[in-house]
């Protein structure tokens, strides 16, 4: 399902398989589990890399759960559960006191992109993979933090509408120039995967103090981080 493995300063989330890494209630449980584990053991200098197997780094909720409900309103309640139990696991990246990079071997999309955009810093293949919010082809609503998350993160709104309103799969360098991504100039899993590892790795260098760098992470983001229940205050020593 999910793993976390520590490398020095670095903590490498991976979500493991070859699946298509549906947020499932047991898969949301695992990831929030790991992020709590990351942020007990964290010191100066940690970093956080996610990345996935396979073809998918994530394709969002577990549709296929929720429709075995065996009714409508069985189904509504099912997707209800999942959207509101993601919320802490999004919460929890922002509060977690280290930077934060996600590494995209594959598809991203709907809530599966929602969970690459939570993190600091987001890298694309060039030869695979695409960002997809598919809720306005399947006729879902948007949940509230999803569109706060897009509106602080997404800087034009040219970019919100081709992601958000066009139903449009779009690819690594397209995102790149929309400003979605900072990078998708790698060629394979090994490549992306080894550019985050060399930007953990500068980073981790600097031995930042990782509580004051999330308290500065969570104000740059204040509408969202207030329906995620988080503050930015702190009390902390250089």
Request: aromatic letters at 8%.
């Amino acid at each position: 399902m999910c793993t976390l493995e520590k490398r020095g300063d670095l903590f490498l989330l991976t979500l493991t398989g070859d699946d298509e890494h549906r947020f499932h209630p047991d898969t949301i449980s695992s990831v929030l589990s790991l992020l709590e584990q990351a942020k007990s053991q964290s010191t100066r200098g940690s970093v956080l890399i996610t990345t996935a197997h396979g073809k998918f780094f994530s394709n969002g909720f577990d549709l296929a759960w929720a429709q075995a409900a065996g009714s409508q309103t069985g189904a509504v309640n099912r997707m209800h559960q999942m959207v509101e139990s993601f919320k802490p696991v999004i919460g929890a990246l922002f509060d977690l006191p280290m930077p934060t990079i996600a590494a995209l071997n594959g598809h991203a999309a709907a809530s599966g992109l929602m969970f690459a955009l939570s993190h600091d810093y987001v890298f694309m293949r060039n030869d695979r993979g695409v960002l997809y919010m598919s809720e306005v082809d399947l006729g879902l609503p948007l949940p509230d933090y999803f569109a706060a998350m897009f509106a602080a993160k997404i800087g034009t709104s040219i970019a919100r509408r081709e992601l958000l309103l066009s139903g449009k799969k779009i690819k690594g360098e397209e995102a790149v120039a929309l400003g979605i991504v900072d990078s998708a100039a790698h060629d394979s899993v090994e490549g992306v995967v080894d550019a985050t590892v060399s930007l953990g790795q500068s980073l981790a260098a600097k031995k930042w103090n990782g509580e004051v760098y999330a308290s500065i992470r969570k104000s740059l983001y204040p509408g969202l981080c207030a329906m995620l229940s988080l503050t930015a205050k702190i009390a902390a020593s250089p």
